[in-house]
Structure formats: structure tokens, C-alpha cells
């Protein structure tokens, strides 16, 4: 468990692996990548991919001031895109009274990232 402060939100990343056939260079599906590319703004983006950049199960102490150092992601936009994140269910409260969430690459209820034809 990561050291926190008192009421520090903690993320818990759930990721879902690409086979080594598949031949990504990121970890992580280019169809979720995809995905999240169309259904979030460029902020909101850029939170998802420092979240997913982590292992699976990895448990994440969400820090915006190291964010900020990290990615220059200003730390008042972090905030805002973590509620967009939510909002959208890639960021899913533990439970009601919980600053624990859990991460994951597809919005909760989503079985698979949803694509577009490309021709």
C-alpha cells in the first residue's frame, strides 16, 4: 500500500494485457486506446494513459502536485479530468464512503472498447 495522507484518493489499475502476438509497443490494446481517444478530451487523455501506464493491480497513491512534476498536467486539471474519468466509468469508486478506486482501461459494463470502421 502507498504511503497517503488523510483523505488521499488511492487508485487501484486493473489492466487488461495484450498478448505478445498482438505486437503493441505500448501495453495497452490499441483498441481500448482507440477507445478512450474518442470518448475522452485531450486532458482527460492524458490522466488515462498516466494511469494505465501502470502495472496491473499496481495501487497508486493519485498525487496531481506529482502529476503535475511528472507531466506538467496542471494540478487543478487533474482534479477536474479525475471527476471526468468517473463520470465516463473508467474511474470506479470502491464503495460509497471509499477514496479507493479502481482503474480500468474500458468504462465499467463495457465488455470491449467500442471501434469504428476505418476503410
Do not use: W
Amino acid at each position: 500500500m502507498p504511503n497517503t495522507v488523510e483523505n488521499q484518493r488511492r487508485v487501484l489499475v486493473h489492466r487488461d494485457m495484450p498478448e505478445k502476438k498482438e505486437g503493441n509497443f505500448l501495453l495497452i490494446k490499441k483498441e481500448n486506446l482507440y477507445a478512450a481517444y474518442r470518448d475522452l478530451n485531450a486532458t482527460a487523455l492524458c490522466l488515462y494513459l498516466y494511469l494505465a501506464g501502470n502495472k496491473d493491480g499496481f495501487d497508486l497513491a493519485f498525487s496531481p502536485k506529482a502529476i503535475h512534476s511528472e507531466m506538467g498536467l496542471p494540478e487543478s486539471t487533474c482534479r477536474d479530468q479525475f471527476k471526468v474519468l468517473v463520470n465516463k466509468g473508467y474511474l470506479v469508486r470502491k464503495n460509497e464512503n471509499s477514496n479507493i478506486y479502481d482503474f480500468y482501461e474500458i468504462p465499467r459494463g463495457k465488455k470491449k472498447a467500442e471501434t469504428a470502421c476505418v476503410f
